[in-house]
């Protein structure tokens, strides 16, 4: 089981940055693949990035690359989200999530991950 609490989130300007974090109260994300994912208002879910494991390379959704990225702290039980040059497009609620390792070609499944955060909402407006 485990039990992930994200923070972060607010109101930022185009260009700006945000740092998300995820921490995981119970269990730990040593054990697991992590990743975050975010929904738009009358969207559906999409993945962001997800990290197998410590040492592996992170996958990222191809909006997000070169502007987010992830780090794995597995001594502080916390996964985080470095956001930057955001734009209007970005704006989401931003979850966090677990699961058992998926191959590489289910990583960005929703149905890969297990446990989810209560999510964090991330603005971008002038």
């Known amino acids: 089981q485990v039990q992930l609490v994200e923070s972060g989130g607010g109101l930022v300007q185009p260009g700006g940055s945000l740092k998300l974090s995820c921490v995981a109260a119970?269990?730990?994300?040593?054990?697991?693949?992590m990743a975050w994912f975010r929904q738009a208002p009358g969207k559906e879910r999409e993945f962001v990035a997800a990290?197998?494991?410590?040492?592996?390379?992170?996958i990222y959704a191809d909006s997000v690359k070169g502007r987010f990225t992830v780090a794995r702290e597995n001594a502080r039980n916390t996964i985080y989200l470095q956001m930057s040059s955001l734009e209007p497009e970005d704006t989401a609620v931003y979850y966090c999530?677990?699961?058992?390792?998926?191959?590489?070609?289910?990583?960005?499944?929703?149905?890969?991950?297990?446990?989810w955060g209560q999510g964090t909402q991330v603005t971008v407006t002038s």
């Open positions: 999530a677990a699961g058992p390792r998926p191959i590489l070609s289910m990583i960005r499944a929703l149905r890969s991950y297990y446990y």
């Open positions: 990290n197998r494991r410590s040492g592996d390379a992170t």
């Open positions: 119970e269990g730990s994300v040593g054990s697991y693949a």
